[in-house]
């Protein structure tokens, strides 16, 4: 008994080592600190992962967890990020650190999800044997550092399925075959929980492992109707049980479901449901060492590398004669439909949740990696390996592997063919000797054997690893560390000389010289506990973002939305008091009008309606509803063109603008890849703070009564010049408007930023008016005025009103997520009828 203890100790813990010396060592290939000065600031986990997970360790520090951050652009629901990001246990290891040190502690955490994936794996494996066998390490590393592994273990809240999934299986079998389904719902509940992307994929698998397990048990000449009567009970367990996992899942899913649903992800394309094929025969060079790279991340065929000794008895489960028709054809079931969905556009889509995927295409590829090796592992435990059928499977994997050479040949990427031809012709043959003795040598050289297994194996996986990593751009800790350090600085004098509420359009951004990609500070609010207006996540609110849009605002995709193309206007509108700008390798401050969280306008505000590619227009009505008054704000100039001409393929535009308003100038191209134009204001060359590659507003200069501003557009092809928009703001009316609305400020007694809870008081010296406030609309908030329930308006199509009465108003708003509560409610109820059928079961069990 104390041998076996000491043998689970040890194979528990190598399983749990192997993959970390491995990792360890692709870490220090890359230069990771501490190996170096690297860290991992790229991809989405430099822009996105990292702020969020910086609100995390914020909330988590604080004991304060919230609903709602008015971090996320001009303010949202942080449930659905959360549910996609941000729950995983894992995550509590970031309180380990300071911010400025959180990439150096995330690449510690991707670590140690990749060798608890071992463990889960090994663990898995050992019930496939009645003993512990060390042979099942080689299998486990490999699932730990499997091609899908390395190409996306950045994505770290990805990785948490990889270590569920052995767990999940395990929950199945003992459901069909003892019929408890306690383990089953619960590590499949978890991972549902910690990323519900994947673990709707893992719901998906599970239905397909189900219908393996049903096949396995089919007897000869047995009729289908008959297996299914006989296995009735256990298919209805099943259901019954997923079914109470969904319910448990509720708190989460409900909530995220109705986030997502206000994304502009949420359209369907029709042409991701055709039945066409995905890819061809060059699919199969994915079984081999690097057939993809980081610089292929956004689109590349399903990353299957297991290993090439687990690919040879993957394939050999499928010729010997010693397993039972009935499990290969269980088996070959799970590997066809895995492969299908991979293949077929519409299976595909439907395992991406109903979308195709933005890049990081086939994120399903896991599971299939998981088959591979567990029948891998389940056919190298077979006693007297047939070699005739271990010629055939050598014979049959290197064809295969040659014609995705050959296809790869003609391919976009040769020079990956070319290196994967030499790696492929000296590699494999060398494995498939050591396969081709695996079991067949004396006993006086299994060690020898086995040594040279393990180094082959590993070298591999360490080898893989460190070709699909290569081109990764990384980023430097230390510069990030010290940059961090002045960028906080920053904000916290801003935060000691102004107690209102304000955002911050920062386009100093400090953070870049620690990337080697281009950097814009998209999420720096939740990285540095701040408020502004960009985002860059995948739950950003469409009709938000679209609003901004039609204001001026530059925005790449549903996903993205930046201060670029601010205006007097918007900064008073969305309390944007200052801009933070690089000049000279200092940061300059400026500062403008704004009047806080909110202020009372006139009731017209409800009326207005934004146009499309209106900018001007759409500002203007608005602070004229706003303050009742006909008079504009905006002086629209007649544009006379003073020459037009063409230059080595260039269409060359000298327009003339008058000053005849005094105030800031402002020009709008609509339907315009600024990144094409090139401007210049009076000879002097005009660029917009970060690459814009679609109409947003520009400023020019300030207007001074006088002479004409000179405006040069270059362009590669000819432009109307009628489309041109350009306007001057009547800064005497303005700051008139401003003044008139000053005298009516909500003056803010609480804001708790972390819970989505605002008190404040305001006085009205006219009926009717409506608090504006610089904040989203949204069903979650709940408002009060001198304690009575108001319900809030939506004005300027997406923002935050409040109906007010004349003379003082205390004003209470409070924010709960839609469908938080009646997914607790779910989740609650569902746990209750669990333990009623887990006590009722066990009182049958006793009497």
């Known amino acids: 008994m104390q041998t076996k203890h000491k043998q689970a100790i040890s194979y528990y813990g190598l399983s749990f080592g192997l993959p970390l010396v491995l990792v360890l060592i692709g870490f220090a290939i890359m230069g990771l600190v501490p190996f170096g000065n690297h860290n991992l600031l790229f991809s989405d986990l430099g822009t996105q992962y990292m702020p969020f997970l910086a609100e995390f360790k914020r909330q988590v520090a604080h004991l304060n967890f919230s609903a709602y951050s008015f971090s996320l652009s001009l303010g949202g629901n942080l449930v659905p990020l959360a549910a996609y990001y941000l729950i995983s246990p894992f995550n509590l290891l970031l309180l380990l650190g300071s911010n400025s040190q959180l990439p150096v502690i995330v690449s510690y955490v991707i670590a140690l999800k990749i060798c608890t994936m071992g463990v889960t794996m090994s663990y898995f494996l050992r019930t496939r044997t009645t003993t512990y066998h060390y042979t099942a390490l080689i299998f486990s590393t490999a699932y730990s550092l499997c091609g899908f592994v390395a190409m996306n273990f950045y994505n770290l809240m990805w990785l948490d399925a990889l270590i569920l999934v052995p767990l999940i299986v395990i929950g199945l079998e003992r459901l069909f075959s003892v019929k408890k389904p306690t383990f089953y719902i619960v590590t499949l509940t978890v991972s549902i929980l910690t990323n519900y992307y994947l673990g709707y994929m893992t719901c998906l698998f599970a239905v397909l492992y189900m219908i393996s397990l049903v096949i396995k048990q089919r007897q000869p000449q047995q009729k289908w109707r008959h297996l299914l009567r006989q296995q009735a009970q256990v298919i209805w367990q099943f259901m019954w049980s997923s079914l109470i996992v969904g319910g448990l899942s509720a708190a989460i899913l409900l909530p995220a479901l109705l986030g997502m649903l206000k994304t502009g992800k949420k359209t369907i394309a029709m042409t991701s449901f055709y039945p066409t094929p995905q890819f061809g025969w060059e699919v199969l060079t994915q079984f081999q060492v690097g057939a993809s790279r980081y610089t292929q991340r956004l689109t590349h065929e399903p990353t299957l590398f297991v290993g090439t000794l687990a690919l040879l008895f993957a394939v050999l489960y499928f010729m010997l004669p010693q397993i039972r028709k009935q499990a290969k054809y269980a088996n070959g079931f799970l590997v066809i439909s895995l492969a299908l969905s ?132 990384l980023g430097y800790q230390k510069q990030y560390a010290q940059q961090y350090q002045r960028q906080a600085a920053l904000y916290k004098q801003l935060g000691e000389k102004d107690h209102d509420f304000y955002r911050v359009n920062n386009q100093s951004i400090l953070l870049k010289s620690a990337y080697r990609e281009p950097y814009y500070g998209y999420n720096d609010a939740l990285l540095f506990g701040q408020y502004t207006l960009n985002n860059y996540s995948s739950t950003l609110d469409e009709q938000m973002r679209s609003m901004l849009v039609d204001l001026g605002f530059y925005s790449k995709n549903v996903r993205r939305i930046n201060g670029v193309g601010h205006t007097a206007i918007t900064d008073l509108l969305f309390a944007n008091r200052y801009d933070l700008q690089q000049k000279n390798q200092q940061t300059v401050i400026q500062r403008h009008q704004t009047l806080g969280l909110g202020f009372a306008v006139n009731p017209q505000l409800a009326h207005v309606t934004l146009k499309k590619h209106r900018p001007f227009d759409n500002q203007d009505r608005l602070l004229q509803a706003m303050v009742n008054t006909d008079q504009t704000f905006y002086t629209v100039h007649r544009i006379q063109t003073v020459r037009q001409e063409v230059k080595k393929r260039h269409y060359r535009y000298t327009l003339s603008i008058p000053r005849d308003t005094v105030g800031p100038t402002y020009l709008y191209l609509p339907h315009q890849d600024l990144t094409h134009i090139k401007l210049f204001v009076n000879g002097r060359k005009k660029k917009t703070p970060i690459r814009v590659n679609s109409a947003a507003i520009v400023p020019l200069e300030d207007s001074h009564k006088g002479q004409p501003l000179r405006l040069t557009v270059i362009s590669p092809k000819r432009q109307n010049i009628n489309h041109f928009q350009v306007a001057t703001l009547n800064q005497v009316r303005f700051d008139q408007a401003v003044q008139q609305l000053k005298r009516q400020k909500l003056t803010t007694t609480a804001l708790w930023e972390n819970n989505g809870h605002v008190t404040g008081k305001i006085k009205t010296t006219a009926a009717n008016q409506l608090l504006y406030l610089s904040i989203p609309y949204d069903t979650g908030w709940q408002a009060k005025v001198n304690g009575q329930t108001i319900k809030p308006k939506k004005v300027m199509a997406n923002m935050l009103a409040v109906p007010l009465k004349r003379g003082t108003n205390q004003v209470q708003l409070r924010y709960r997520a839609p469908g938080l509560m009646l997914g607790q409610v779910i989740s609650l109820g569902t746990l209750l009828i669990w333990l009623i059928i887990v006590g009722r079961a066990r009182w049958r069990a006793k009497s």
């Not at 896991?366 to 592992?377: C, D, G, N, P, R």
């Open 342 to 473: 991979f293949w077929v556009t519409t299976f595909n889509t439907v395992w991406h949740m109903f979308q195709q995927p933005e890049g990081f295409p086939y994120r399903n590829a896991y599971l299939f990696s998981f088959v591979l090796i567990k029948i891998a592992y389940e056919a190298s435990l077979v006693r007297g390996q047939n070699k005739k059928a271990k010629g055939w499977t050598i014979v049959l994997v290197g064809i295969l592997l040659v014609i995705g050479q050959l296809k790869l040949h003609g391919s976009q990427y040769p020079q990956i063919a070319q290196q994967s031809w030499w790696l492929l012709s000296g590699y494999t043959i060398f494995i498939g000797l050591l396969f081709y003795c695996w079991g067949q040598t004396k006993h006086r050289y299994q060690k020898l054997l086995m040594t040279g297994v393990v180094l082959v194996s590993f070298g591999e996986l360490v080898t893989n690893f460190q070709l699909m990593t290569q081109k990764i751009p």
